[in-house]
């Protein structure tokens, strides 16, 4: 296998500089088989799929006026959710790890994944057999949060912590219908995070407190996935304009809120975050 650019690929938080992202364009978005709440919310009316492409434009501006480098993968037809790459991979340390999907009606973006980075260089490891996405993945320097639910099975957190062992890995249960782990947590610095504490149990809040100061959003904002924000560092964070009580909280802590419409987008499930897979964040 190549390794040309093995050097390149590092992700040791949710909050570091974003260097460079793996997208893919929702051209094919739409839902045909409901796999979430969201979803089941919206299948009546579906999904705008050239509304959903031009929002997705915007978001891809928006960070390519940051300076970030983003990377495109090729979209199928087969594959109406592959726009949500962070579930297909994800990095950690210098690791990039291929997820197993537990969905079939996206089994098979892995593979378009895996052609895609041996075309361009890159290594990766491999969880077939581990069923894992990487919504339910949240890492903060030598912490990584997985959240147990059924796309995430406690095999696969078992696996990745032999696979890991300079890192703590901290399995997280939580409501299963709220899908990924990123819909209700998500680290946005090293003391903050953004969380909807209903999903998850005294235990749980408990424990979260206890390395960050948390920071609630609102039941109707975790529909309209709140906790979903992409940070790209320096303080930095993109998120909904819809989603005022979020925005507003960041702001007050001196975020910089970078405000893009991808409504369309978020009816099946997923926001920023699920939107984007990191591969390279340089800590600042």
């Given at each position: 296998?190549?390794?040309?650019?093995?050097?390149?690929?590092?992700?040791?938080?949710?909050?570091?500089?974003?260097?460079?992202?793996?997208?893919?364009?929702?051209?094919?978005?739409?839902?045909?088989?409901?796999?979430?709440e969201t979803q089941r919310r919206y299948v009546k009316d579906n999904i705008d799929a050239e509304v959903a492409v031009q929002q997705h434009r915007h978001f891809v501006s928006?960070?390519?006026?940051?300076?970030?480098?983003?990377?495109?993968?090729?979209?199928?037809?087969?594959?109406?959710?592959?726009?949500?790459?962070?579930?297909?991979?994800?990095?950690?340390?210098?690791?990039?790890?291929?997820?197993?999907?537990?969905?079939?009606?996206?089994?098979?973006?892995?593979?378009?994944?895996?052609?895609?980075?041996?075309?361009?260089?890159?290594?990766?490891?491999?969880?077939?057999?581990?069923?894992?996405?990487?919504?339910?993945?949240?890492?903060?320097?030598?912490?990584?949060?997985?959240?147990?639910?059924?796309?995430?099975?406690?095999?696969?957190?078992?696996?990745?912590?032999?696979?890991?062992?300079?890192?703590?890995?901290?399995?997280?249960?939580?409501?299963?219908?709220?899908?990924?782990?990123?819909?209700?947590?998500?680290?946005?610095s090293p003391t903050e995070a953004l969380v909807f504490l209903p999903a998850l149990s005294k235990k749980e809040r408990k424990l979260l407190a206890s390395y960050y100061h948390?920071?609630?959003?609102?039941?109707?904002?975790?529909?309209?996935?709140?906790?979903?924000?992409?940070?790209?560092?320096?303080?930095?964070?993109?998120?909904?304009?819809?989603?005022?009580?979020?925005?507003?909280?960041?702001?007050?802590?001196?975020?910089?809120?970078?405000?893009?419409?991808?409504?369309?987008?978020?009816?099946?499930?997923?926001?920023?975050?699920?939107?984007?897979?990191?591969?390279?964040?340089?800590?600042?």
């Amino acid at each position: 296998m190549i390794k040309k650019n093995e050097e390149t690929i590092a992700c040791f938080s949710e909050y570091d500089a974003l260097h460079k992202v793996i997208v893919c364009e929702p051209d094919h978005m739409r839902i045909s088989e409901v796999i979430n709440e969201t979803q089941r919310r919206y299948v009546k009316d579906n999904i705008d799929a050239e509304v959903a492409v031009q929002q997705h434009r915007h978001f891809v501006s928006a960070m390519q006026k940051e300076g970030i480098e983003v990377l495109t993968l090729p979209s199928f037809e087969r594959y109406p959710e592959q726009v949500f790459t962070r579930d297909i991979g994800f990095t950690l340390g210098n690791t990039l790890f291929i997820s197993e999907m537990g969905k079939g009606i996206r089994q098979g973006e892995e593979q378009v994944l895996m052609t895609w980075l041996r075309e361009h260089g890159y290594s990766y490891h491999n969880l077939e057999d581990y069923r894992i996405e990487g919504g339910d993945v949240i890492i903060d320097r030598d912490r990584i949060f997985i959240g147990v639910s059924d796309r995430t099975c406690s095999d696969a957190i078992a696996h990745l912590q032999e696979q890991l062992p300079a890192f703590t890995v901290i399995p997280i249960p939580f409501n299963e219908r709220y899908l990924h782990l990123d819909c209700v947590f998500n680290i946005i610095s090293p003391t903050e995070a953004l969380v909807f504490l209903p999903a998850l149990s005294k235990k749980e809040r408990k424990l979260l407190a206890s390395y960050y100061h948390l920071i609630e959003v609102s039941q109707e904002e975790q529909f309209t996935l709140g906790t979903n924000v992409l940070s790209i560092g320096q303080q930095k964070i993109l998120s909904l304009p819809v989603n005022p009580g979020v925005n507003t909280a960041l702001r007050e802590r001196g975020y910089h809120v970078i405000e893009v419409d991808i409504t369309e987008i978020i009816k099946s499930g997923g926001s920023f975050r699920c939107c984007t897979m990191p591969v390279v964040r340089i800590k600042s």
